[in-house]
């Protein structure tokens, strides 16, 4: 197995994490994607920008995040004490906005007036949209046409914002083919606009260049255990679409290897039906989509599967590179929660610690709650509550009979 | 390397002083059992090579002309081997067009680059052009294709900067495909002179020949880039065709030869 301390050290110069990664774009996004990386590597080490971005973080976007005991919930099942890391509480109201609010910094030093971006549920497109207002930036995002339609409160935030918000209608319609259509519009106005993707996904660097956004997460979450907990967790849950929220927690415990990790993938109806967007959970084999290889759902002929979770950030039949190789070298394990589990966490944290997770997080939620049972009332978890669920309040209304 | 179709092809056409014309269709468009008669229909308006596209469900070079002609075939259940039996067909009658398969990485990664290259061999095929393999992400597999007698053609952009450029002309095999836009196939026209200006660095660069491509869609523009590179490509303007047709695809061959034939035309004048 490798060293876990290795892991830190990734990617490699071609943004190769192990046999994942890469840059696997057309020829002429390379050019872009090299002074992106130029850009991003030279600002990484740069005390200026980080201490504008750390600014940024503690004042617009209200950082750090809390890490909050859900005591009755943990009483409740009576196993592990379960700790919430509240990026539900982020201004826009998840983790997506570290993320954006690190690239429209780079957006804006590299000149480049106009920013793009896709979004499943929404959160990424909001957020995006909301540091493009501060920063007076044109935004544009692509969202696929279902997606519209079950986030319509997002699409009208995000024009509230200012933004213009695409419907795609091609494909499956959902967050692949967002990220295509975002694609095609980067390849055309390459040279004044600035892509922003939202997830630890797409060409290099920005795997790695979100995973580094994110990871201030994980660097709060540890520091806040170590304080309200007195040593570290037991183990690390959060959902896995993509997979940035999970990085974001995970990546800086990396080396900790009494630390466990647990991804939690959007299992749909059920792994074994088909209908999932769990790429590791399922042993999917490897593929290669939106400018990197990794685990890919797709058929025995290589092409992509449509996917299915009853949220739509999840619905994505890729994952992060990282997490791929995470998952081969053992160090995360992941796991999938059906829609079912899911809806029935929801309700729960909602009930009993007057939280409303986003169905995204529930994912989380539903797979720690199984998790701590099993474990002893002194050990801990820590679950990135990683956005609200106001923006799925459609959606569980609807199962419930229910139309506003 | 021996020499094979492609390389043969434009040494003749060197030898002639004539231009390549290169027409780019997506098999299985509007259904599969027609692939095989377009083919020879392009061939028979004067078609030097053929790039024939291999359908995926995510294309995200492509505008919405090629997009559609990927759902059609898609649909219509044409799939990476179901194109390899089109190219085998189209040899039982044509031994010396080369044939290019042009796509996207994840239906080869799928079957397996040894399995693919062996097959893609077998069938006739001559060249391939992924759109997401740029020569760095290539290294391991270029060789592999290699082994069996098929050419790696990449891409060169006008957004390539002269050290990746000098990198794609050290990896690039058969011919450089100049992609004369910014933006995805079928986008707004060119700019001829634009065109040239780039060329004139990649020809200091390599022998090899210099083929352009995206937003060529007549004689006009194909003459006017026929002046300054190797040879033409043509995509869109003629998938347009088959889609305006693809109710009674007896009509499509016909229509293929009027566009082709103007550009084999324009470009011989």
Known sequence: MTK????????DAQGHFGPYGGRFVSETLSFALEELEKAYMSLRDDADFQAEFDRDLAHYVGRP???????????????????????????????????????ALLAKKSGKPRVIAETGAGQHGVATATVAARLGLKCEIYMGAEDVERQ??????????????????????????????ALRDWVTNVDDTFYIIGTVAGPHPYPAMVRDFTAVIGREAREQSLAQIGRLPDALVACVGGGSNAIGLFYPFIEDEDVAMVGVEAGGDGVETGRHAAPLTANAPSGVLHGNRTYLMSDASGQVSDTHSISAGL???????????????????????????????FRELTRIEGIMPALESAHALAHAKVMAAAMRPDQHIVINLSGRGDKDIHTVAKLDGLEF | MTMNRIDQRFAALKAQSRRALIPYITAGDPAPQHTVGFMHACVDAGADVLELGVPFSDP?????????????????????????????????????????????????????????????REAGVDGVLMVDMPPEEGAEIAPLFAEHGLRSI???????????????????????????????????????????????????????????????????????VGRVADGVIVGSALVSRIAENADHPEAIPAALKAVLGDMRDALDR
């Open chain 1, 65 to 103: 995040s809390p890490l909050y005991h859900a005591e009755r919930w943990s009483q409740k099942i009576g196993g592990a004490q379960i700790w919430l890391k509240r990026e539900d509480l982020n201004h826009t109201g998840a983790h997506k906005i570290n993320n954006t609010i690190g690239q």
């Open chain 1, 4 to 11: 876990f301390s290795d892991l830190t050290r990734l990617p």
């Open chain 2, 60 to 120: 995200m070079a492509d505008g919405p002309v090629i997009q559609k002609a990927c759902e059609r075939a898609l649909k219509q259940g044409t799939r990476m081997a179901d194109v390899l039996d089109m190219v085998a067909t189209f040899r039982d009658t044509d031994q010396t067009t080369p044939v290019v398969l042009m796509g996207y990485l994840n239906p080869i990664e799928r079957m397996g680059y040894d399995t693919f290259a062996q097959r893609a």
């Open chain 1, 152 to 181: 319509k409160l997002n699409v009208y935030r995000m024009r509230l914002l200012g933004a213009e918000v695409h419907p795609v209608e091609s494909g499956s319609r959902t967050l692949k083919d967002a990220m295509n259509e």
């Open chain 1, 315 to 345: 619905d994505y039949p890729g994952v992060g590179p990282e997490h791929a190789l995470w998952k081969d070298v053992g160090r995360v394990s992941y796991v999938a929660a059906n829609d079912e589990a899911v809806l029935e966490a």
């Open chain 2, 154 to 224: 990449f891409l060169l952009a006008p957004t390539t900067s002269p050290t990746r450029a000098a990198t794609i002309c050290a990896h690039g095999e058969g011919y450089l495909y100049y992609v004369s836009l910014k933006g995805v196939t079928g986008a707004a026209s060119l700019d001829v002179e634009a065109v040239e200006r780039q060329l004139a660095p990649i020809r200091e660069m390599t022998d090899l020949p210099l083929c352009v491509g995206f937003g060529i869609r007549d004689g006009e523009t194909a003459a006017a």
